[in-house]
């Protein structure tokens, strides 16, 4: 099936710094999407993009879907403690989603 | 509304034994999946039912591995017998509309599952 690389896979950040985490795949895909996953908690959409090259902002949080259709990135400006948490992207194919291995996120006050 | 709601939250059994996962989509949901998250990897897909009827079960891994939905609305998930690699956090998630609508999709908190 497809697989999807995240990296960093950890990161350990001060509060109001940026953050910056990509996701690439071995296959295309028609459509990215970003999820956080909270500690006790489920994954939650952040961002969905539908477009190859589209720029999609949330907030603070930015997300980009690359050229190739293969490849998405996202951004955070000014973390802040409640940033916390693991980030997931994912493609969506048929009637499941592909998920990648995550980023685990920690965000030092 | 109420979310997807999953219990137990924690399991933790020995090898060899069964352990049943309940899932209760959000109401009126048809299409309900379930995921798994083995430490430190990708979140899975496992299988997915619209109602009572298994659409896709092309991720379970093996017979271990029994999903129901009687009725068509909460589902269960059992494992028997449960083998150290089945350990992991397992997750639910129901949508109205499949994969269509992104953000109709939502998950539960997930069971994490150990077994020793």
């Known amino acids: 099936g497809q697989q999807l690389n995240q990296s960093p896979q950890s990161m350990f950040i001060q509060e109001g710094e940026d953050v910056s985490m990509n996701c690439t795949s071995s296959?295309?895909?028609?459509?990215w999407l970003w999820y956080k996953q909270e500690p006790g908690e489920g994954p939650v959409l952040l961002i969905a993009?539908?477009?190859?090259?589209e720029l999609t902002s949330n907030g603070r949080l930015t997300a980009q879907f690359g050229i190739t259709r293969k490849d998405s990135f996202l951004n955070i400006s000014a973390s802040i403690p409640s940033d916390v948490g693991i980030y997931f992207c994912?493609?969506?194919?048929?009637?499941?989603?592909?998920f990648g291995t995550g980023t685990s996120l920690t965000v030092i006050p | 509304e109420a979310g997807v709601t999953q219990f137990p939250s924690h399991s933790v059994i020995e090898k060899g034994q069964t352990v049943t996962l309940r899932c209760d989509p959000i109401?009126?949901?048809?299409?309900l999946y379930w995921y798994r998250r083995v430490m430190g990897k990708e979140i899975k897909f496992l299988l997915h039912?619209?109602?009572?009827?298994?659409?896709?079960e092309s991720g379970m891994p093996n017979n271990r591995f029994l999903a129901e939905r009687t009725g068509g609305t909460y589902s269960t998930l059992k494992v028997q017998p449960a083998e150290l690699e089945d350990s992991g956090v397992y997750f639910c998630?129901?949508?109205?509309?499949?994969?269509?609508?992104?953000?109709?999709?939502?998950f539960g908190s997930g069971t994490r599952l150990t077994v020793v």
């Open positions: 998630a129901s949508s109205l509309h499949g994969t269509g609508n992104f953000y109709g999709y939502t």
């Open positions: 296959s295309i895909f028609n459509t």
């Open positions: 993009l539908y477009k190859a090259g």
């Open positions: 994912a493609g969506p194919t048929g009637n499941q989603f592909y």
């Open positions: 109401s009126g949901h048809d299409n």
């Open positions: 039912f619209v109602k009572e009827s298994k659409q896709d």
